[in-house]
């Protein structure tokens, strides 16, 4: 495990996924997600590795340039965005964006999930941090998300002289982890037996 503060891949006191395993292994089948994903991850992984600060500069670009999205991290009282809250969670999505392109897709990982699910919803949001932000991010911008991660990685996809067929393969293999894990993420938000 890394040292990043909040950070908890793999870390066993954490309580397992509700999701089961034959749960995971349909919703995988119902993405399209299979092994060709899984190694064009690997891929997507090496050509990423070194560009995780220009593609976060992006992203929290988009985030802090769009006030309906930017007030999640702001106080909710005052509406001042909060800067060691923007930071903190800076690191862990740099490292998940790596994460993302190595994940072993097992127990843990699923256990991950689900509290990164809980992080965006209000039964966890704010406590890994101690900050006083608005307490809850609404599902539909939960999943609408999904499009921006997915459309402003495909430059950096494309920088390292990878073939257009190569690019390709690793898009799409990032847009179905990245849409797999929002689906798991939004459990939280769903109500008992509706997810
Ligand atoms: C597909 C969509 C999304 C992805 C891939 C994503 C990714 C992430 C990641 C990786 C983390 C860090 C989790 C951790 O290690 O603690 C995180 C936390 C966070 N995200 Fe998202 N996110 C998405 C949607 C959103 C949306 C729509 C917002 C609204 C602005 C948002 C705001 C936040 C906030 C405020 C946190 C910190 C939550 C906390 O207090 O622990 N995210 N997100």
Same mark, same amino acid.
């Given at each position: 495990m890394t040292s990043i503060p909040g950070y908890r891949l793999n870390d066993p006191t954490l309580a397992a996924s509700p999701v089961s395993g034959q749960e995971f292994a349909d919703l995988k089948v119902s993405l399209l997600f299979d092994d060709d994903d899984i190694a064009a991850l690997r891929q997507a992984g090496t050509i990423v590795g070194d560009q995780i600060e220009a593609i976060l500069d992006v992203w929290y670009g988009f985030v802090g340039g769009t006030p309906h999205l930017l007030r999640y991290f702001s106080d909710a009282r005052t509406g001042e965005p909060i800067g060691l809250y923007l930071a903190a969670v800076r690191k862990r999505f740099g490292q998940w964006?790596?994460?993302?392109?190595?994940?072993?897709?097992?127990?843990?990982?699923?256990?991950?999930? /689900? /509290?990164?699910?809980?992080?965006?919803?209000?039964?966890?949001?704010?406590?890994?941090?101690?900050?006083? &932000?608005?307490?809850?991010? %609404?599902?539909?911008?939960?999943? &609408? #998300?999904?499009? %921006?991660?997915?459309?402003?990685?495909?430059?950096?996809?494309?920088?390292?002289?990878?073939? %257009? &067929? /190569?690019?390709?393969?690793?898009? &799409? @293999?990032?847009?179905?982890?990245?849409? #797999?894990? @929002?689906?798991?993420?939004s459990r939280p938000y769903a109500k008992e037996g509706d997810f």
């Open positions: 964006i790596l994460d993302t392109c190595r994940a072993e897709f097992d127990g843990a990982w699923l256990a991950w999930q /689900e /509290e990164i699910g809980r992080r965006h919803h209000r039964s966890g949001k704010n406590r890994t941090d101690g900050v006083n &932000a608005t307490a809850h991010i %609404p599902m539909r911008h939960l999943l &609408a #998300l999904v499009i %921006p991660i997915s459309v402003t990685m495909r430059p950096f996809l494309a920088k390292k002289g990878a073939s %257009p &067929a /190569e690019v390709d393969k690793m898009h &799409a @293999a990032w847009t179905k982890a990245v849409l #797999l894990q @929002a689906i798991l993420w």
